[in-house]
């Protein structure tokens, strides 16, 4: 049911389930398609892969039952402090990378719709590259491209802030609960979820990247619910295996995030509906039944491949979205027709860069920094 990937795990002691990762690995995939699709829409409402999205509440989810299944049983010989730096060495060296290629690839941006990029002195751009090796978020108004966001330089950071935050919760907090108390905060957080996509403006559960109250309100909501609620699952659920676990589960998960716009202009509710019961009841389903799956042979290469090129190819790819964006920006929209070779171009080189940046960067910098703290 698990298999040890050395080149993920780095000399961790417990191996990990070869399902779960792969099913990281096409959520990572199907993120990179909606931001590649996203600058064609006029919003929401038509967007191809249209719930993509909602990739980053599955990762929460999936990373608050691997933390627990991970680190449990080993608080006793741990504390927060050391169980921070090893995430600190398993998140961060990838995060600089990212902030890197962001920082290289910023004036290739320019276009209307990134108004601010053309007149940012370098200094700015050397300073936002600084805070954001450190996930140190820039407010609205004192960020370098125009969009709001608390890292402009490699815009999905603001997920790796949130990340921390919910990890350094569990280390204080979650870890000391009992059941009860872990699954009363739980009910507390999806009650909170739910009147966010339900009653929220915007009938779903969109945001988080942006340093102010409305942007950090909804980073907490997206954050809280599904990371403790997969500490819950693990803790609590028994565990059945299942055959073809990976296809069901992928497919499942696929399904979910290209599910068209659900209720039109006029009832945003039925949407925020739809991403309520994905993150409450599908994700952890999903979970479940990866947990649960068995893979050997070629299903076993396939699942080590995609488990080891999600994190990777989740941190270092929106670069490369900005730069599509511009060109998009740049061209008035240009049809599919004439878009498509620039699409895939963008696509593959995501993957590309992300499998370099695997082997080449992140495994050799975390074997040294593991062997040097």
Request: glycine share 8%; aromatic share 16%; net charge positive.
């Amino acid at each position: 049911m698990k298999f040890l990937n050395p080149e993920v795990a780095l000399r961790a002691n417990k191996p990990h389930y070869a399902v779960l990762d792969a099913l990281r690995g096409v959520a990572a995939i199907l993120v990179v398609i909606f931001h590649i699709f996203e600058p064609h829409s006029s919003g929401h409402q038509d967007q191809i892969i249209n719930h993509g999205y909602l990739a980053v509440d599955f990762f929460f989810l999936l990373s608050g039952f691997v933390i627990s299944y991970a680190y449990d049983d080993r608080w006793g010989t741990m504390n927060v402090m050391q169980f921070l730096k090893r995430r600190v060495l398993r998140l961060q060296p990838l995060v600089v990378l990212g902030m890197l290629i962001g920082a290289m690839l910023f004036y290739f941006q320019t276009c209307p719709w990134m108004p601010a990029v053309a007149d940012t002195p370098v200094w700015k751009v050397i300073i936002a590259f600084l805070l954001g090796c450190f996930l140190i978020p820039l407010a609205p108004g004192t960020e370098i491209r125009g969009w709001g966001e608390m890292h402009p330089l490699n815009g999905p950071g603001w997920s790796l802030f949130y990340e921390y935050v919910a990890n350094i919760l569990c280390a204080l907090v979650g870890r000391r609960l009992s059941v009860k108390w872990l699954a009363f905060f739980v009910v507390i957080f999806g009650a909170a979820l739910v009147y966010l996509a339900v009653f929220g403006k915007a009938g779903d559960v969109v945001g988080g990247w942006e340093l102010s109250l409305s942007g950090i309100h909804i980073g907490l909501t997206r954050v809280l619910f599904p990371f403790f609620a997969g500490v819950l699952l693990h803790r609590v659920a028994g565990l059945r295996q299942f055959s073809n676990a990976f296809w069901y589960s992928a497919l499942l998960l696929i399904l979910v995030l290209c599910m068209p716009r659900l209720g039109g202009t006029s009832h945003l509710w039925i949407n925020g509906l739809y991403e309520s019961f994905c993150i409450i009841v599908l994700f952890p389903l999903i979970v479940m039944l990866g947990a649960g799956g068995a893979v050997n042979g070629t299903g076993l290469k396939i699942c080590k491949f995609l488990g080891d090129i999600s994190y990777p190819l989740y941190i270092t790819h929106y670069p490369f979205i900005y730069t599509y964006t511009a060109y998009v920006s740049n061209n008035k929209k240009p049809a599919f027709s004439e878009a498509w070779p620039y699409m895939l171009l963008t696509f593959v080189v995501s993957i590309v860069v992300a499998l370099l940046s695997l082997y080449f960067y992140d495994v050799p910098v975390r074997k040294w920094l593991n062997k040097r703290f």
